[in-house]
C-alpha cells in the first residue's frame, strides 16, 4: 500500500494491505495523508509525522509515543486508547478528536495546539512549550 503526502506523491510503500496493526518504528512520514484511514493498532513510536493529516482517521490504541506530530490536523480523529506519552503535539489541531483515555504524560503542546472544547490539557500533565522545538 502507498502512503502519499498531501501533495499526492509517493513517500513510503509498506506490503501491507491495511494500515491497521503496521508497524512504523522511527519512520520519517512529514506531510503523510492518512485521511480517514483506519491505522487501529499501529505504531508511529518515534516517527517524524509533521504537518501530517489524520483528519477522521480511525486511529484508535495506536502508539505514537515519542513521536512529531507538530502541525499535524488529527481534527474528528478516533484517538481513544492512543499512548501519546512525550509526544510533541506543537501546533496541531486535534479538534473534535476522540480523546477517551489517552496517555498523555510528557506530551508537548503550544498555544497554536487546538483541542476539543473543554479539555484542559494541563489536567494530563501535559507540557505547555513556548519556544520552537527542533523538528
Known amino acids: ?51 501530517a493529516n489524520f483528519h477522521n482517521a480511525k486511529a484508535k490504541s495506536v502508539d ?14 478516533d484517538l481513544s486508547y492512543t ?3 512525550d509526544t510533541n503535539l506543537s501546533g496541531a489541531d486535534l479538534t473534535d478528536a476522540n ?3 489517552v496517555v498523555w504524560k510528557g506530551t508537548k503542546y503550544s498555544k497554536e495546539t487546538k483541542f476539543p472544547k473543554g479539555f484542559k490539557p494541563q489536567a494530563h500533565e501535559m507540557v505547555l512549550v513556548t519556544e520552537a522545538l527542533a523538528v
Open 1 to 51: 500500500m502507498d502512503i502519499k503526502n498531501l501533495n499526492g506523491d509517493v513517500i513510503h510503500t509498506t506490503a501491507e494491505e491495511t494500515l491497521a496493526g503496521v508497524d512504523f518504528y522511527k519512520a520519517s512520514l512529514p506531510q503523510a495523508n492518512f485521511e480517514g484511514a483506519d491505522l487501529t493498532g499501529s505504531r508511529f513510536y518515534s516517527a517524524n509525522l509533521a504537518g
Open 64 to 77: 505514537f509515543q515519542i513521536a512529531n506530530l507538530t502541525g499535524a490536523n488529527l481534527s474528528g480523529a
Open 83 to 85: 499512548n501519546m506519552l
Open 99 to 101: 480523546l477517551k483515555w
